[in-house]
Every structure is written in structure tokens, then in C-alpha cells.
């Protein structure tokens, strides 16, 4: 569902995303960790389009997003780190504005809405202006619409920042029940815990290189550690990996 072939990303002289190589099949949620430096928000806007890369392609369910730009973004989601939007309208102006850009119907539209409005428990807000938003209502926000047009692939970078606990516990059975139903997720974060909580797989960057993939046990045989906490596997190959340079 998600292809990435030598992706290069350079900035002047400073590679920020050397030769990347990762597939990522149809309804698995696929964490991508890595320090900060490491290359990981420069791929994910390559994969929005946000950003043109040197070399190298990226494929979105079979669309390349340098070719068939708007065939692979209307398939796809992508969720900031930081919620931009525009504040002057409401939230429910917000994301009919959004399912516009989608060219959903009405009828198709406002039935999505209250979907969303009930899922992420919009409802007291939802018709307030943005501009009011806390960061927390205004990141549900971000997410209600990414999820607006049934997306087949969601792109998104530590989407739990800003969000309170019961929140955090929403948004995660949310995105667990997503991916069961055959949503691919590929998803950054800092948050070591969620990842090892959420994710299939697991791919680590570092210094513009993926230095591990696989599962948590997968990873524990690259790192040659018993221990199976990821905080504790990620700490052992970003070391090693830093030593070698």
C-alpha cells in the first residue's frame, strides 16, 4: 500500500534522507521512530506532498505522488504534529469545507460529519468557531477531517501531542480500529510506549538512515537484547548506530 523506492532528501549539502527503501502492506500500522534530526518528519511531508524529494519515488496505493499527484492524496490523509486550520469558520464549516476539496455530495458529507462528531465526542464544540479551539479540540478537529473521505491510508506525525488521557485512549482505539479494518497507518511519534502499543512494525531512521525494521521481537534480535521494552531497543541501536559513524 505504501511504497518507498531510494528516496533521497538533500538540503544543500546536508543529507537529511539517504536511500530510503520500505513497503508497508494494506492494513498494518507502521510506526516510524527515530531521534530528532533523524529524517523522519522530511519523509513524511515527502509522502503528503509537501515536499519534493531529490531522487527517489514514493508510491501511495499504487500511485506515485510525484506523477499522479492528486490520485494518491485522494486516497490518503495526512495529520500534522501542530493543527493548522483556518479559524474563523466552525469546526462543522471546517470539515465541509474539507469534504468540498474531496468533492464528496452533501448527503455523503453530513453523514460523515456526525460520524465524526460522534467518534471523537465533538458534539458541545463543534459548531464554535476555531479560532476558541484549545489545542486538544483543534487536534481532534485535524483528525475528524483527515478521516473525513474513508481515506485507505493515513499519514500521520505524533498525533497525540497536546491530547489529554481520555483523549490519548480514544484516539488509540480509534486508529486500532482503523487499521483492522484495512486502513494502513504509518505513523511517527516520540512517544515510545504508544508505538510499541499500537504498531505491527516498527522502522527506526537515524541520521537519514533506516537502521532496523520488523516487530518488537524482531527488533530485539537487531539490537541483541532480551529486553522487550522499545524504549530500551531504540536507545541500544541509535547508540550503535552513532557509534559507527
Not at 83 to 107: A, N
Not at 181 to 204: K, N, P, W, Y
Request: charged fraction near 25%.
Amino acid at each position: 500500500m505504501i511504497e518507498i523506492n531510494e528516496l533521497v532528501k538533500d538540503y544543500g549539502k546536508i543529507r537529511a534522507v539517504n536511500n530510503l527503501n520500505l513497503k508497508v502492506e494494506k492494513g498494518e500500522f507502521f510506526g516510524f521512530l527515530g531521534p530528532n534530526g533523524a529524517g523522519k518528519t522530511t519523509t513524511i511531508k515527502i509522502m503528503a506532498g509537501l515536499l519534493k524529494p531529490t531522487s527517489g519515488v514514493v508510491n501511495l496505493g499504487g500511485f506515485d505522488i510525484g506523477t499522479d499527484m492528486f490520485k494518491s492524496k485522494s486516497i490518503s490523509s495526512y495529520i500534522p504534529d501542530r493543527p493548522f486550520l483556518y479559524e474563523k469558520l466552525t469546526g462543522r464549516e471546517f470539515l465541509r469545507f474539507v469534504s468540498g476539496l474531496y468533492r464528496m455530495d452533501e448527503i455523503d458529507t453530513a453523514k460523515k460529519t456526525e460520524e465524526l462528531i460522534e467518534t471523537f465526542s465533538m458534539a458541545e464544540w463543534i459548531d464554535d468557531m476555531v479560532e476558541g479551539y484549545s489545542h486538544g479540540m483543534k487536534q481532534k478537529l485535524v483528525m475528524a477531517q483527515a478521516l473525513i473521505h474513508d481515506p485507505e491510508i493515513i499519514i500521520v506525525d505524533e498525533p497525540m501531542v497536546g491530547l489529554d488521557p481520555r483523549s490519548i485512549k480514544l484516539v488509540k482505539k480509534i486508529f486500532k480500529g482503523l487499521a483492522k479494518s484495512g486502513v494502513t497507518i504509518f505513523m511517527s511519534t516520540h512517544t515510545l510506549s504508544h508505538a510499541q502499543e499500537m504498531c505491527d512494525r516498527i522502522g527506526i531512521i537515524h541520521r537519514g538512515n533506516l537502521i532496523a525494521i520488523g516487530t518488537i521481537n524482531e527488533l530485539m534480535k537487531t539490537a541483541h537484547t532480551k529486553r522487550m521494552e522499545l524504549e530500551e531497543i531504540f536507545f541500544v541501536l541509535t547508540e550503535e548506530s552513532s557509534d559507527e559513524k
